[in-house]
């Protein structure tokens, strides 16, 4: 299977690594309410037939503790033999019970990456990122597992992800950062010191949940403002949100999520569509 659209890539921050601008986030294809794997299969190799070659996973997107790498494996079946795509993993998040909980322990952290590239079936991760900080381990000490696993030579890249400035800033002093990825969209601007700091380093921003989140990514619509441009475009809502946010920085790499090919095969898209000046102010003011 050959990639059939090219879509515009991007750096990704200071790599050399060059990925589509639009990445495709992989959650909603192993959690709670998943896609049999014959569809989630159909959905990852949409994407690549739409041009993306930028896939973010993580151990934790799975169903519980029974199932940790469930979407590493997805994407190591669908993916198998391609060397043309970069995946982005996570480590630092469990789910006992199927909750939601931190572990930034560096045992933790080192297995977990283990079971990573075994899952993958991949030598070496190109993109590991820290899921979030743990409030119950030094910050510095997740990020230290993180550098030896690097100067180990199991993983290419570091990444972080739900950080602040200062964590990030305290992150940089222990080894080299190449991405932030934290929760930016049209209604949620949160990050935004974030974002401003990873520009000034030249570091990927990678924001997640970019329409929104699961639950709400379809309502988009139901604001005037992003509904008229959409049809003043003659595209989706979700397309527009996704412009928008590529609009924002060089370094800005969003993931929207898909377990539906047509949800991808649209998202994708965002990364040929222009807003103009005003469009851009617009829905900035929506913030
Ligand atoms: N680091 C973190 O802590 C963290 C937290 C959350 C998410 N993430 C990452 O970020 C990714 C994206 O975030 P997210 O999945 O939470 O939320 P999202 O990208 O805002 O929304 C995902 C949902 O949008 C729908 N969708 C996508 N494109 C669409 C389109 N063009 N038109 C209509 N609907 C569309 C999908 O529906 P269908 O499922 O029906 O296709 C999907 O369920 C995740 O997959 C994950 O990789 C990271």
Same mark, same amino acid.
């Given at each position: 299977m050959n990639a059939k659209q090219q879509l515009p890539v991007r750096k990704l921050g200071p790599t050399s690594l060059q990925v589509s601008a639009i990445g495709m986030g992989c959650m909603p294809l192993s959690i709670q309410g998943r896609p049999p794997e014959d569809d989630a299969i159909r959905t990852i190799h949409a994407a690549i037939e739409h041009g993306v070659t930028f896939f973010d996973t993580a151990d /934790?997107?799975? *169903?519980d503790e029974h199932d940790v790498g469930h979407n590493e494996r997805l994407l190591a079946k669908a993916l /198998?033999? $391609?060397?043309?795509v970069t995946i982005a993993t996570k480590g630092g998040t469990t789910r006992p019970g199927g909750e939601w909980k931190r572990n930034g322990r560096p045992s933790h952290l080192k297995a977990a990456c283990e079971a990573s590239l075994k899952a993958l079936n991949r030598?070496?991760?190109e993109l590991y990122q820290l899921h979030a900080p743990d409030p119950d381990v030094p910050f510095e000490e997740s990020v230290g597992a993180l550098a030896e696993l690097q100067r180990e030579g199991k993983i290419v890249h570091v990444g972080l992800s739900n950080v602040s400035v200062a964590q990030l800033d305290l992150a940089r002093t222990i080894c080299s950062i190449v991405s932030v990825q934290n929760r930016m969209n049209l209604f949620d601007r949160s990050s935004a010191d974030v974002l401003k700091r990873c520009d000034e380093l030249g570091i990927a921003f990678l924001p997640y949940s970019p329409l929104n989140g699961m639950s709400k /990514? $379809?309502? *988009?619509?139901?604001r005037d403002e992003v509904a008229d441009i959409a049809s003043r475009h003659g595209v989706s809502p979700q397309r527009v949100a996704l412009a928008w946010l590529l609009s924002l920085s060089p370094n800005m790499l969003p993931i929207p999520g898909a377990s539906k090919s047509e949800s991808i095969a649209d998202s994708s898209a965002a990364a040929l569509l222009r807003l103009s000046e005003d469009e851009i102010d617009t829905l900035s003011a929506l913030g």
């Open positions: /934790a997107y799975c *169903l /198998a033999g $391609r060397q043309d030598d070496v991760i /990514a $379809r309502e *988009l619509g139901r």
